[in-house]
């Protein structure tokens, strides 16, 4: 809308992250800004709480018109990505959105009525008492503060009580984790069991999605960085939307390796063997 901003640093310029991204993009401060501004003004025009969901670092780059500048900004932290699923901005309400809005102006109110102790005689009648009726909501909000919030990391159930939210980890950790408990990582996975045999996909073909899978998201892997709190969970969706393409399914029900699945079919043959 017309007359919305963002709330951006004076020192921004010379912030020790942004000269992080400088000297990853290989570009020049002002332009590094100006991708800064682009990003955070996505998020503040599509996002109430800091979370995209279907967008990728590709898609930011995309939008953005600058490749490479989304991971740029995972790198320093000012950018989080959620698997495929969504990007998410770290203290998104202290700087966009309509909370971080209303305290830079709170702010700057309260350093005009510093600098003027008359400034309460100069208003009209209506804005004083707006003003103390603000004022006395205050006081009365002191006097009888809300629940405050569960701790961050913690979910409210339906019965009310606390449940720990599961820890994002690596691929890495969650195959650790697995050899550990001396659990299969996706074989013995009753949801992914269920949809191989509602739909008649091969057990072989999931088998080889999880090797192209590893492939992405292990140590080497262009996604080896990402993080997830499900990862069987996360395999799954791979599966159910074909996102490496490696089948099609044929008209009779049954299906076929495709292309893309017979090439990765031959190169995990020959690097096993």
């Known amino acids: 809308m017309a007359g919305d901003w963002i709330k951006m640093r004076l020192d921004l310029q010379t912030h020790p992250k942004v000269v992080r991204i400088l000297s990853a993009t290989k570009s020049d401060k002002f332009?590094?800004?100006g991708g800064?501004?682009?990003?955070?003004?996505?998020?503040?025009?599509?996002?109430?709480?800091?979370?995209?969901d279907g967008y990728t670092p590709d898609t930011l780059d995309h939008i953005i018109g600058w490749t490479g500048f989304a991971g740029a900004m995972i790198s320093v932290g000012w950018l989080q990505a959620d698997g495929d699923e969504?990007?998410?901005?770290p203290e998104f309400d202290?700087?966009?959105g309509k909370s971080g809005k209303r305290r830079a102006e709170d702010q700057k109110r309260k350093r005009n009525d510093r600098k003027s102790p008359q400034s309460v005689r100069?208003?009209?009648?209506?804005?004083?008492?707006?003003?103390?009726?603000r004022e006395e909501k205050r006081r009365e909000d002191s006097?009888?503060?809300?629940?405050?919030?569960?701790?961050a990391g913690d979910e409210v159930g339906e019965s009310g009580r606390k449940k720990a939210r599961a820890t994002r980890c690596?691929?890495?950790?969650?195959?650790?984790?697995?050899?550990?408990?001396?659990?299969?990582?996706?074989?013995?996975?009753?949801?992914?069991?269920d949809y191989v045999e509602t739909t008649g996909l091969p057990m072989e073909h999931v088998q080889l999605c999880w090797q192209v899978f590893k492939g992405d998201?292990?140590?080497?892997?262009?996604?080896?960085?990402r993080l997830q709190a499900d990862w069987r969970k996360h395999f799954l969706n791979y599966v159910k939307k074909g996102y490496y393409r490696l089948w099609y399914a044929k008209p009779d029900g049954s299906f076929e390796l495709s292309t893309a699945g017979i090439q990765a079919k031959t190169y995990y043959a020959k690097k096993a063997a």
């Open 31 to 33: 332009r590094v800004i």
């Open 36 to 52: 800064l501004h682009a990003v955070w003004s996505v998020f503040d025009t599509h996002s109430s709480d800091g979370r995209l």
């Open 86 to 89: 969504a990007l998410l901005l």
């Open 94 to 96: 202290e700087h966009n």
């Open 122 to 133: 100069n208003l009209s009648a209506e804005d004083a008492d707006e003003k103390l009726t």
């Open 143 to 151: 006097k009888n503060p809300p629940n405050p919030p569960p701790p």
């Open 170 to 193: 690596s691929l890495k950790t969650f195959v650790d984790q697995c050899q550990a408990a001396d659990e299969k990582p996706i074989s013995e996975y009753r949801p992914l069991l």
């Open 217 to 225: 998201f292990l140590p080497g892997g262009e996604k080896a960085s």
